[in-house]
């Protein structure tokens, strides 16, 4: 099976053509909005980090900018900095270059002499790679070449019962395609870890997964706080979901049943093929921010009471298995998996569809998030969300 595709220099195959204005701060993040409205075919986000921050949130923060920079969705980067800054230029560029050796260009707002100066260059820079990036031209790949992401948000009782395990199927097709799958979302694995653990590759593997849940419910209990307080949500609660347990039990559907070959530390760039474990916190946007700096090019979201959230750098396919939901929120959902709740289809063709609904997208074809321009992120912290 095969998707269309642009070539990147350092090998990876993309299913975007973005240019990437890169805030290295939350004070470069509205010059950076400035500089994406006036250049078409560049995306942007709010970095409300990069400053003031303790070592290891600054070293997350590092490792998402790095990872969208070199996420194969991305042409090439315009990084834009204030100037004094914790995450100084110079350090922003050096881990951008460890990861990825496509075009990057700097803009110092401080040494640009003032945002409009800073604008002007910038919008000169970005003007010259959206041109480089508009003669790259798709190729056909191998399905191998995809990394899909998966992620659950606004879950209702029909998540469990539908659209996750649909995204398990998709998983398992993947897996068995020679491509690789993401399971994310570490806080909604527990009461359910000893279940993944039973399908790990090996012994380290299966201590890792039981160490990154350990580590959460540990953090927590550092300051004080519970899991359980923030998860399930009120939302997942007046759905029907009564636990974080029962919520758990319906979250690992979505990585089928396939052997879990390695666990990854938040962010850190994805290199194996098959079923793989992201550590990231439960939140939505700082869950799919971190697969996409890992470099995931599409996402496979599933929503029950309905989520809108999209991502500035890869497509995000919403799924629900609510039929409500998807004829109250067609603007937002691209894929509904009710059929299997009613008995009208088997998982199995609902898997066959929602992976021809990946390749499609993959092709080209905008998903409404896209279509709608939602660009949302947030990057983990050490003590995180829930």
């Given at each position: 099976m095969n998707f269309y595709g642009y070539k990147r220099p350092d090998g990876r195959i993309g299913i975007r053509n973005h240019v990437l204005i890169l805030p290295a701060s939350v004070c470069a993040s509205d010059t950076t909005r400035i500089i994406s409205q006036q250049v078409g075919g560049t995306v942007t986000f709010n970095n409300q980090n990069g400053c003031s921050q303790v070592p290891s949130d600054q070293q997350f923060t590092m490792d998402v900018m790095a990872g969208f920079a070199a996420n194969p969705n991305i042409y090439g980067t315009v990084v834009v900095s204030l100037g004094c800054e914790n995450c100084q230029m110079d350090l922003v560029v050096k881990a951008i270059k460890e990861h990825t050796n496509k075009p990057i260009k700097q803009v110092i707002i401080q040494e640009a002499g003032g945002t409009i100066k800073a604008v002007e260059q910038a919008v000169r820079y970005a003007k010259e790679m959206v041109q480089e990036a508009s003669m790259v031209q798709r190729e056909k790949f191998d399905i191998s070449h995809l990394i899909v992401g998966t992620n659950c948000g606004g879950s209702d009782p029909t998540s469990g019962l539908a659209s996750n395990p649909v995204v398990g199927e998709l998983s398992d097709r993947l897996v068995d395609l020679g491509s690789t799958s993401i399971l994310s979302e570490t806080t909604e694995f527990i009461g359910a870890e000893h279940i993944l653990a039973k399908r790990a590759k090996n012994e380290e593997v299966r201590q890792r997964i039981f160490d990154i849940v350990n580590r959460y419910e540990k953090a927590l209990q550092l300051v004080g706080e519970e899991v359980r307080e923030g998860n399930p949500s009120p939302g997942n609660k007046a759905g029907g979901l009564t636990t974080l347990e029962e919520k758990s039990l319906g979250c690992i559907h979505k990585g089928g049943h396939r052997v879990i070959n390695a666990v990854y530390d938040y962010a850190k760039q994805i290199d194996e093929k098959g079923l793989v474990i992201m550590d990231t916190p439960g939140n939505d946007f700082s869950s799919v921010a971190g697969m996409v700096a890992g470099g995931c090019q599409v996402v496979a979201f599933t929503t029950g009471r309905g989520n809108v959230m999209g991502n500035p750098i890869v497509p995000v396919i919403k799924?629900?298995?609510?039929?409500?939901?998807?004829?109250?929120?067609?603007?937002?959902?691209?894929?509904?998996?009710?059929?299997?709740?009613?008995?009208?289809?088997?998982?199995?063709?609902?898997?066959?569809?929602?992976?021809n609904k990946t390749i499609e997208t993959a092709n080209g074809k905008q998903t409404k998030s896209e279509v709608l321009g939602y660009m949302e992120i947030a990057i983990a912290r050490v003590c995180n969300y829930v």
């Open positions: 799924i629900t298995g609510n039929k409500i939901t998807y004829a109250n929120m067609e603007d937002n959902m691209d894929f509904n998996a009710s059929p299997l709740i009613y008995g009208e289809k088997t998982v199995e063709k609902l898997g066959e569809e929602l992976l």
